[in-house]
């Protein structure tokens, strides 16, 4: 069965770093787009970025443009959010999805607080 799971969540300071991992299994990852969506406390799921299954092409919402680099390692089934210069209101649960699947992982917790 489909199987996606994050890792690399956590507290950083504003302006920090943090490199988000989603491991894939139980389908053929190089065959798949994958995203990354968030969801803040008390608010409804909000689209991050975006990658095609070879990886030659992302894209990304507004507010993370020029902080936030996503890739993927086909040949390690493994998705990547690279998140720099974060801010309090990045602060949410974020979650690797399947592209055009209702395939999510159980999400990691990034907190941006001083």
């Known amino acids: 069965q489909v199987q996606l799971v994050e890792s690399g969540g956590g507290l950083v300071q504003p302006g920090g770093s943090l490199r988000l991992s989603c491991a894939a299994s139980?389908?053929?990852?190089?065959?798949?787009?994958m995203n990354w969506v968030r969801q803040a406390a008390g608010k409804g799921l909000e689209w991050v970025a975006s990658?095609?299954?070879?990886?030659?092409?992302?894209s990304y919402t507004g507010s993370v443009k020029g902080r936030f680099t996503m890739s993927r390692d086909n040949a390690k089934n493994t998705l990547y959010l690279q998140m720099n210069s974060l801010k309090p209101e990045d602060t949410a649960v974020y979650y690797c999805e399947k592209g055009g699947s209702p395939y999510r992982g159980q999400g990691t917790q990034v907190t941006v607080s001083s």
């Open positions: 990658i095609t299954a070879g990886g030659r092409t992302t």
């Open positions: 139980g389908f053929i990852f190089s065959y798949a787009p």
